[in-house]
């Protein structure tokens, strides 16, 4: 029997500034951690078994009215440790059914992500799923919407006693792949810039994103080379259309589309065939046509050669509009890419890894293939995703749910006078490792630790903050930063 949990009985979290979004969390299955770990071909492994849920919230649609949205909520089954809260954005998807609150597109990452020891929210973004209307196609204020109001739903749910089945610590991460990883930084940039009362990023991946919807994926997918996956343009002029009805919505498919195109677009349109079967079709009248597979040649002239030349113009400024790169993230953040992706150039997360830089950031681009094997779109998703767990769990902290958060344990971090000090009680057996990470999340150093006073020489480390981890047998324990001046 499913069990569902009603609004009505919520108890309202206090620190919480929204208003109540949760409508109700229906319950769908629990998968085994041995289950969890075969899906990944032993690459990672999981800890807990998890259960898995269907919830539905209120967030804004593209107008910023009020509607019914869904997603999936996923918890490790521990009822004695307190959890992060992490958001997994997912990837382009078929249509409104291939969702992960319908346990299909995009939910294999949240469930691993839980089965390793994360509270994890995966929403199905605004036009899919239970929320009605077209999807509005990698736009970001929407998709961070739907993932702040499903995080608040999910805070919902860890106050309210009749639902009683996890804890939530204040730590809070943002991971996704593809338009997921487009969208979670979105969600992050949301996070810091207008909701850090409310939530405190402690760790960002986004993974094999499109960050430069205006640059580096114009030039990607509308120059010379053929390109899969040409049905992408399609679902976001149609999503662009509905999200800015003043200028690109003044455009019919007619004004962008040739019109052989555009009986095979409005099907998607009207939901008669999901987005690879669009693809498929396209492809073959591509083929057919122009005997090569160029996403530029699905557009008319004059739209092609806006898009390519003119920033004024209001398709260019919606794309620039959707940009998520230009900014400063504070929390250590990795954006992980493959050099053979053939669907997000891998140059996006470069030129994200630059500017943010520029802007003061200590953000980072990070390889996740190998220079021996290129990967591509689909092979890059297990590589990226298990370092972005590696780099999670560089940060996190496990507490016990019987424990004070600011008492969790006895050990003791500080440095002084250049020399990192770590107190580590004697009822702490097993051996103990520290381990120094950089503020991005890249270890620096790792040594062997003794019970009673141990100390670690900083003189040649730059002047920063470093985050320290200390592990015994059973893993972290204690995560901590410090800043050396």
Known sequence: M??????????????????????????????????????????ISASYDVDLYKVTYHTPDVTGADHIASGLLCVPKDDSTIFPLTCYQHGTVAGRDDVPSNLMGGYTLPLILAGTGYVVVAPDFVGLGDSPGVHPYVHAATEASAGVDLMRAARELDADDAFGEFDLSDQVFVTGYSQGGHAAMALHRVLETDLSNEF????????????SISESMVDFTLGDMDYGTVAYIAWLTLGYQVAYPNTVGMLTLEDVFQPQYIPSIEQFRDEEIDLWTLNDILLDLLITNTGSTKPRDLILPNILNSLLTDPTHPFSMALADNDTYD?????PTVMYYCMGDDQVTFE???????????NGSSARAERADTDLFPADHGQCVLPAASRALAFFDSLRNLLSSTEDALSKDDSVIYITDGTLVMDIPSDRKGQNTMIVFSQTGQKIAETKLNTGLNEYDMYDMNQGMYIISLKDENGIYKTQKVVKF
Request: hydrophobic share 50%; charged share 10%; net charge negative.
């Open 2 to 43: 499913k069990k569902i949990i009603s609004a009505g009985v919520l108890l309202l979290m206090t620190q919480l500034i929204s208003a109540q979004v949760l409508e109700n969390a229906t319950f769908l299955t629990s998968v085994t951690a041995a289950d969890i770990s075969s899906q990944t071909f032993g690459v």
């Open 200 to 211: 405190q990023v402690t760790g960002s991946a986004p993974m094999s994103g499109p960050y």
């Open 327 to 331: 900014w400063a993230p504070e929390a």
């Open 348 to 358: 996006n997360a470069i030129l994200a890894e630059s500017v943010m830089q520029a």
